[in-house]
């Protein structure tokens, strides 16, 4: 037969390698997906409630690390057990009954109860496709490659929660992560690095060339320290910077809140940090904490990302668009251009750890159209941070009573 072999790159979802093999013989076709990008640095975990037929047709990309559970059955394919595919969940119902179906033949000769148990869940999950009633479908994948389609973006989906998390040990050693040790030198309190520029090398995340990455340490007035990094691809002309938290993580969570009220409110500068997520209720727009990642920008370049980040869905293109939601998307784009010129709307910045920052242009003296508000964050945002399980005092004391 004949394998054929693309290299495409989805937005949400990097780079991807689509092969194709098909048997002139029998017929027989069978096409499947493999990363081609890099592991990304948090795990992924998609939960959605499935609640109707429309539900089976969203779209999943499925990593071979992905498993994927249906709790109310307690079901679960593992990761590495089947090839990464571009599917949806009904096809990835479907291919698990076949993957059950295949030995049944033998079954039923050698061990006819265990058979008839396997029929019987066979029925159950072919009853799925039908959504007599709802069920959750949990796909988790620890590289972070992993998609479940939002056929309202880029509203907010009620159904779909997104959930991002630090790979635990087990996970990276399954990737293939573990790093050996470095031996950490002892800092020099004489090395002053704020007027140093720090160059290491990488890869272009683009086209994988070797390429070098600049690091700056930065001291925004009435905030704290930060961290830019930017990358410049020699070979295909990439360039991507990126905005790391110099300090600690607040005792309390930042929402600020700016009232959009004239053109030159579009460059205020900017922090948005990776924990940080973006609300305009005006265009009931949500944009989650893991998108966009940390940015140090104008808040005209953050929206012209967003939008960016909106015209480049894949679900919205070629042979997947679909006249409706291509119109959504439009009179989403041509509201938020509005927004950027004439129209009068509210711009939110929730940042559970509180290194999110937009300039007071008035400062020191208070904005009256920016209104900065701190809050205790929840058991979940501290879950997500980390926090719950992080001890920095008496440790020492526990670890010895326990020896």
Not at 7 to 16: A, C, G, Q, S, Y
Request: proline letters at 5%; hydrophobic letters at 35%; one cysteine or more.
């Amino acid at each position: 037969g004949v394998t054929r072999l693309l290299l495409t790159r989805i937005p949400f979802f990097k780079e991807i390698i689509v092969s194709s093999f098909s048997c002139d013989s029998c017929s027989w076709s069978n096409t499947e997906i493999q990363s081609a990008g890099r592991i990304q640095e948090q795990g992924v975990c998609y939960t959605l409630a499935v609640t109707s037929r429309q539900d089976m047709n969203r779209e999943v990309v499925k990593t071979d690390c992905a498993s994927a559970r249906i709790p109310e059955l307690d079901f679960e394919i593992p990761a590495f057990s089947q090839k990464g595919v571009l599917t949806t969940i009904e096809g990835i119902i479907d291919r698990a009954v076949a993957g059950l179906e295949q030995d049944q033949p033998a079954r039923r000769a050698t061990d006819k109860e265990v058979a008839r148990k396997i029929d019987e869940f066979i029925g159950k999950l072919r009853q799925l496709k039908e959504v007599s009633s709802p069920f959750t479908f949990i796909l988790d994948d620890p590289s972070g490659n992993s998609f479940v389609e939002n056929p309202q973006a880029p509203q907010r989906d009620e159904a779909l929660v997104v959930t991002r998390y630090r790979r635990s040990p087990q996970q990276c050693a399954l990737l293939g992560l573990e790093g050996e040790e470095v031996d950490v030198k002892a800092p020099d309190a004489a090395e002053d690095l704020r007027d140093e520029v720090l160059q290491f090398n990488t890869n272009c995340p683009e086209c994988n060339a070797p390429a070098s990455t600049n690091m700056k340490l930065v001291q925004i007035p009435h905030f704290k320290e930060v961290i830019i990094m930017a990358t410049n691809c020699d070979s295909c002309g990439h360039r991507t910077n990126e905005v790391k938290s110099g300090g600690a993580i607040e005792a309390q969570g930042t929402r600020i809140t700016l009232r959009i009220t004239d053109p030159s409110d579009m460059t205020r500068d900017i922090l948005k940090s990776e924990t940080c997520s973006v609300e305009i209720p005006e265009l009931q727009f949500e944009l989650g904490m893991g998108a966009l990642g940390g940015k140090f920008t104008t808040l005209e370049g953050l929206l012209k990302d967003i939008r960016d980040l909106v015209e480049k869905n894949p679900f919205t293109l070629g042979d997947s668009s679909t006249p409706s939601r291509t119109g959504k998307l439009q009179e989403f784009i041509g509201k938020l251009q509005d927004v950027k010129g004439k129209a009068q709307a509210h711009f939110i910045m929730d940042d559970p750890a509180g290194n999110s920052y937009l300039q007071n242009v008035y400062a020191p003296e208070e904005d009256p159209e920016l209104r900065v508000q701190r809050y205790e964050r929840s058991f979940e945002q501290n879950e997500e941070l980390g926090l719950n399980d992080m001890r920095t005092e008496g440790y020492e004391t526990q670890a010895a009573s326990g020896r």
